[in-house]
């Protein structure tokens, strides 16, 4: 039988590599798990254990698709088996979110916009997070959530429909 061969990034097939895999994704994913479980410390637990699984997995990744496709698929598929979880279904006490999106020494910051997007339901915030926050194209986004194109595209469009409607005259004149 033959071997497979691997397309993995080289960091991850060396002893270091778990150092730069963190170096290089940590601050992104954790962005990224933040904004999906609504929890900073849960998002934490999630960033490792996407790290592990992206580690440990780097035999099975072949290169079909990109590299940021391949571990931020991994990470939001950690966050919905952390929201399936029967005891990590919570929500963040708002002093979480409060610390999340105003800094202690700027209470004066605007968290107007982060907190229209988490209200939104589940699949408009996933466009928009992985499209403003991740800056993903429409076509990576459809890979990473397995849905067309033309789905990623209207759900961004009636994501910013809801975000416009609901930010009404804070951020829009109209």
Same mark, same amino acid.
């Given at each position: 039988?033959?071997?497979?061969?691997? =397309?993995?990034?080289?960091?991850?097939?060396?002893?270091?590599?778990?150092?730069?895999?963190? !170096? &290089?994704?940590?601050?992104?994913?954790?962005?990224?798990?933040?904004?999906?479980?609504?929890?900073?410390?849960?998002?934490? !637990?999630?960033?490792?254990?996407?790290?592990?699984?992206?580690?440990?997995?780097?035999? #099975?990744?072949?290169?079909?698709?990109?590299?940021?496709?391949?571990?931020?698929?991994?990470?939001? =598929?950690?966050?919905?088996?952390?929201?399936?979880?029967?005891?990590?279904?919570?929500?963040?006490?708002?002093?979480?979110?409060?610390?999340?999106?105003? /800094?202690?020494?700027? /209470? #004066?910051?605007? !968290?107007?916009?982060?907190?229209?997007?988490?209200?939104?339901?589940?699949?408009?915030?996933?466009?928009?997070?992985?499209?403003?926050?991740?800056?993903?194209?429409?076509?990576?986004?459809?890979?990473?959530?397995?849905? !067309?194109? $033309?789905?990623?595209?209207?759900?961004? *469009?009636?994501?910013? $429909?809801?975000?416009?409607? *609901?930010?009404?005259?804070?951020?829009? &004149?109209?």
């Amino acid at each position: 039988m033959e071997a497979v061969e691997s =397309n993995a990034p080289s960091y991850l097939q060396d002893e270091d590599g778990f150092a730069r895999l963190l !170096d &290089d994704w940590g601050d992104r994913l954790l962005r990224l798990c933040t904004l999906y479980l609504k929890d900073v410390h849960l998002a934490e !637990d999630a960033v490792q254990e996407t790290m592990l699984k992206a580690w440990r997995g780097a035999g #099975q990744f072949h290169g079909g698709g990109s590299e940021t496709t391949w571990i931020t698929r991994i990470a939001i =598929n950690v966050c919905k088996s952390y929201l399936r979880s029967p005891w990590k279904r919570r929500r963040a006490p708002a002093e979480e979110l409060d610390a999340l999106f105003a /800094p202690a020494d700027d /209470p #004066q910051v605007d !968290d107007t916009l982060p907190r229209a997007i988490l209200a939104l339901s589940r699949p408009y915030r996933e466009v928009i997070i992985l499209h403003y926050y991740q800056e993903l194209k429409a076509r990576e986004i459809a890979e990473i959530l397995h849905v !067309d194109i $033309s789905t990623v595209t209207a759900r961004l *469009s009636r994501a910013r $429909s809801k975000l416009r409607e *609901s930010l009404k005259g804070w951020y829009y &004149d109209e």
